[in-house]
């Protein structure tokens, strides 16, 4: 089984969601909160190195699914 808790960079993250690596920059410089993520070294101003618990991008996907019943608008 694999490690819930495993650290990815920014590049495997997006690898694992989907997404452009430079969103989840974008995300995380407007501090937009969809995602947590550790930073690595650097100081309050310095993005130094950032990592995302593959736990956090699970639960990302399972929070943003949407499932469809037919002829009825979204379940969230």
Known sequence: MENPNKLLSRKEAADYLGLKENTLAVWAVRKKGYLPFI??????????????????????????????????????
């Open 39 to 76: 930073r690595m070294g650097g100081g309050e101003h310095n993005s130094g190195t950032v990592r995302y618990r593959q736990s956090d991008l699970d639960s990302f996907l399972e929070n943003n699914t949407i499932f469809y019943k037919k002829n009825q608008k979204a379940i969230t």
